[in-house]
C-alpha cells in the first residue's frame, strides 16, 4: 500500500521545446503556445484553427507537417497547444481545467489574430470544444471540419446504443480504451486520480503525471487505429491533470442543442471504418448540422490522419475548396 505514496518513473522521452513556438498571452490568465503556418500564394480571408485530441493532447510535429499541406491552398492555420500540455501553462489549482475554460481560451485566441471568421478542424475532443465554440459564436465560424468526432456535450449516454447502417460498414477496433487502462495504471495513479478529482489535490507531481500521460496515451494509441503496426511512438508533451479534469467537467456542461439544431455552417465529418467511437454519438453531428458531409476511410481508426494521410488531407482540401 505504501507505493500510493511514493512517485513513480516512467520510461518516456522528455519534452522539448519546438523551435518557432510563438505564445499568447491571454487576459484570463492563459499562456498559450502555438505554431503559426502562412498560407502561400492568394491569401484566403478565414485562417484554420487546428483544435487537438485529448484533453490533454499536445501538438505534435506530425500534426504540423500533414496540416501544413493547406497552407498550399492559401490558408494561415494555426496549431496550438491547449492550456495545460505542451508549450502552455500550467494551473495552480486544477479545478479551473473544465470546458468552459477551453472554450473561453478559443474565443480570445480568435479574437487575438483578427479573424472576422475562422475555420475550425477538430479531432476528437478538439470536435467536442469545437462544437461548444459554436454553440454560442455561430457568426464567427465559416467551416467546420470533424475528425473521428467525440460526443456532443453534455452526453447523451443512450446513443451508444445506437447501430450504424450496414451500408456503412463500419467495424469495432482490435483493440479498446480499456485494455491500454488496465495495462498503463496503477495504484499510485488511481490514488492521484481519486484525490484530484474529488478535492482538486496534486497529490503527484506535473511532471510525474505528465510522464505518466505520455506512457498512457501511447497505450492507449493501440485502440486508435486499424493497423497496430501504425501505432506512433512515445511522444511527450501529454497533460495529465488537465486531461483528468476538463473530462471530469463534462457532466457540467449545460446543454444548448437547441441553438445547434439545424446549424447553417458546412460540416465535414471524416471517420475512420475502424473508430471505435461509438457510432449513436456521431450520428448526433448529422441531425444537429444539416449541412454536412460525411465521408468513411476505410482501413483507418480514430487516427485517421495516422493511417491514411493522403484521403484524409485530399477530402478535407476538396471540402475546403468547395464553393
Known amino acids: 500500500m505504501c507505493a500510493m505514496f511514493y512517485p513513480r518513473t516512467y520510461d518516456v522521452p522528455q519534452f522539448k521545446t519546438r523551435a518557432g513556438t510563438q505564445y499568447w498571452e491571454l487576459s484570463i490568465g492563459s499562456k498559450i503556445g502555438y505554431t503559426m ?3 502561400k500564394g492568394i491569401k484566403k480571408p478565414y485562417p484554420i484553427i487546428f483544435l487537438q485530441g485529448g484533453p490533454g493532447g499536445p501538438i505534435f510535429d506530425k500534426n504540423i507537417q500533414i496540416l501544413s499541406q493547406l497552407s498550399d491552398d492559401g490558408y494561415d492555420i494555426y496549431l496550438y497547444d491547449q492550456l495545460g500540455c505542451g508549450h502552455s501553462s500550467r494551473l495552480k489549482d486544477i479545478s479551473g481545467y473544465t470546458v468552459e475554460r477551453h472554450k473561453t481560451d478559443l474565443a480570445e485566441i480568435i479574437q487575438s489574430i483578427q479573424a472576422k471568421k475562422v475555420i475550425l478542424m477538430g479531432q476528437s475532443w478538439g470536435a467536442m470544444l469545437a462544437t461548444q465554440f459554436v454553440t454560442d459564436h455561430q ?4 467551416k467546420i471540419i470533424f475528425t473521428g468526432p467525440g460526443p456532443i456535450l453534455p452526453i447523451r449516454h443512450e446513443l451508444a446504443n445506437l447501430k450504424a447502417p450496414d451500408s456503412l460498414n463500419l467495424k469495432t477496433p482490435f483493440f479498446t480504451n480499456r485494455q491500454g487502462n488496465e495495462k498503463a495504471s496503477n495504484i499510485r495513479t488511481k490514488t492521484v486520480d481519486f484525490f484530484a478529482e474529488r478535492f482538486s489535490w496534486k497529490l503527484a507531481s506535473e511532471k510525474e503525471m505528465d510522464d505518466y500521460g505520455t506512457y498512457l496515451f501511447h497505450e492507449l494509441g493501440r485502440s486508435t487505429v486499424y493497423d497496430t ?4 511512438p512515445l511522444k ?3 497533460g495529465y491533470y488537465v486531461h483528468l479534469k476538463t473530462v471530469q ?5 449545460i446543454d444548448k442543442r437547441d441553438q445547434l439544431r439545424n446549424c447553417p455552417i458546412p460540416v465535414l465529418i471524416l471517420r475512420g471504418q475502424y473508430d471505435g467511437i461509438k457510432w449513436g454519438f456521431v450520428s448526433e453531428y448529422l441531425e444537429l448540422f444539416p449541412n454536412h458531409q460525411l465521408i468513411i476511410i476505410p482501413k483507418a481508426g480514430h487516427s485517421i490522419a495516422t493511417e491514411q494521410p493522403l484521403p484524409y488531407i485530399k477530402m478535407i482540401k476538396d471540402f475546403l475548396n468547395k464553393p
Open 229 to 232: 503496426s501504425k501505432v506512433s
Open 236 to 238: 511527450s508533451g501529454y
Open 37 to 39: 503556418v502562412p498560407g
Open 139 to 142: 457568426n464567427q465560424v465559416e
Open 249 to 253: 467537467s463534462f457532466e457540467e456542461v
